[in-house]
C-alpha cells in the first residue's frame, strides 16, 4: 500500500485548530482557576506549556486535536513509528522559527516534507 501524504492546506488546517485550541485554553484560563496570590505565575507557566510543549507532547504521545480532525499523524521518517518527544520539540521550534517558510517548502518536495520535518527527521502522513 503506497503512502498518502496530505496536502499543504490540510496541513495549515492541522495547525490552524491546534492554534485555536491553544488560544481558547488561554483565553479561558483566568476562569479555570480563578483568582490568587500564585494566578498571574500559573497563568504563565500554562502558557508557556500550551505554547512550547502541548505540539511535541501530543504528537509524540497520540496526535494533536488538529491532527486528529483531520487525519494527519507526525512519524519518524525512517521507522514511521510515533516521533520522540525531542525530536517533536525540536520540529517545533523550527516550525515557529521559520514559519511560513517551511511550510511552503512542502510543495517542493516529493513527500511534502517541510524543513521543519526534515530538521526533525519526520514526515506527515494521513493516518492509515
Known amino acids: 500500500m503506497e503512502t498518502e501524504y496530505p496536502t499543504i492546506l490540510r496541513r495549515y488546517l492541522s ?7 491553544v488560544m481558547t485554553t488561554l483565553i479561558f484560563l483566568p ?5 490568587s496570590e500564585n494566578t498571574l505565575m500559573i497563568r504563565i507557566l500554562v ?5 512550547l ?10 496526535c494533536t486535536l488538529g491532527q486528529k480532525i483531520t487525519g ?3 512519524r519518524d521518517y525512517n521507522t ?5 518527544f525531542l525530536p517533536a520539540l525540536f520540529r517545533v521550534f523550527i516550525k ?3 514559519g511560513e517558510i517551511s511550510f511552503f517548502s512542502i510543495l517542493f518536495s516529493k513527500e511534502k516534507r517541510a524543513i521543519h520535518d526534515f530538521a526533525a527527521k519526520s514526515i506527515v502522513m494521513m493516518k492509515t
Not at 53 to 62: G, M, R, V
Not at 80 to 84: L, R, T, V, Y
Open 80 to 84: 514511521h513509528d510515533k516521533i520522540d
Open 53 to 62: 510543549i502541548h505540539d511535541p507532547l501530543f504528537t509524540s504521545n497520540f
Open 47 to 51: 502558557t508557556l506549556v500550551m505554547i
Open 72 to 74: 494527519i499523524r507526525v
Open 31 to 35: 476562569f479555570m482557576i480563578g483568582d
Open 96 to 98: 515557529f522559527l521559520l
Open 15 to 21: 495547525t490552524f485548530i491546534d492554534f485555536l485550541f
